[in-house]
């Protein structure tokens, strides 16, 4: 199966011949955690328990064990992840006052393992 491209942050991805790209196998999965850790629970009416809100938190006091909680509670919730294999939360301070959000997966459609960061 196979989903349309959509880069967080911005607008729907565009192939090479201009029309809207599609996204299938572990890509589609990456973009689909990545939509769900950084969109608000209760933004979507169909779906309150949707999201996680990591964007939100961007400021406010760090609650590393909150947030660990949380991405799990979501990953479990997305399709792609294989959930029969363990998944891993680590959080880290590279530098005073930022932090690194590291989530290793293992992808259902691939069988690979698959690793997911951000920080802020």
Same mark, same amino acid.
């Not at 950084?38 to 779906?47: F, R, V």
């Given at each position: %199966?196979?989903?349309?491209?959509? =880069?967080?942050?911005?607008?729907?991805?565009?192939?090479?011949?201009?029309?809207?790209?599609?996204?299938?196998?572990?890509?589609? =999965?990456?973009?689909?955690?990545?939509?769900?850790?950084?969109?608000?629970?209760?933004? @979507?009416?169909?779906?309150?328990? @949707?999201?996680?809100?990591?964007?939100?938190?961007?400021?406010? &006091? %760090?609650?590393? $064990?909150?947030?660990?909680?949380? &991405?799990?509670?979501? %990953?479990?919730?997305?399709?792609?992840?294989?959930? /029969?294999?363990?998944?891993? &939360? /680590?959080?880290?301070?590279?530098? /005073?006052?930022? @932090?690194?959000?590291?989530?290793? @997966?293992?992808?259902?459609?691939?069988?690979?393992?698959?690793?997911?960061?951000?920080? $802020?």
């Amino acid at each position: %199966m196979s989903a349309l491209s959509h =880069t967080i942050g911005g607008d729907l991805d565009l192939s090479s011949t201009g029309g809207v790209a599609v996204v299938t196998g572990a890509d589609q =999965t990456r973009q689909a955690l990545l939509r769900r850790l950084c969109t608000n629970a209760g933004a @979507y009416i169909w779906q309150p328990d @949707y999201g996680a809100g990591l964007p939100a938190r961007v400021g406010a &006091v %760090m609650d590393e $064990a909150g947030i660990r909680a949380l &991405v799990l509670e979501q %990953m479990q919730d997305e399709a792609g992840v294989d959930q /029969t294999q363990p998944i891993t &939360v /680590t959080i880290s301070s590279p530098k /005073t006052g930022g @932090y690194l959000l590291a989530v290793s @997966y293992t992808d259902a459609a691939t069988g690979t393992v698959q690793e997911l960061s951000f920080g $802020a």
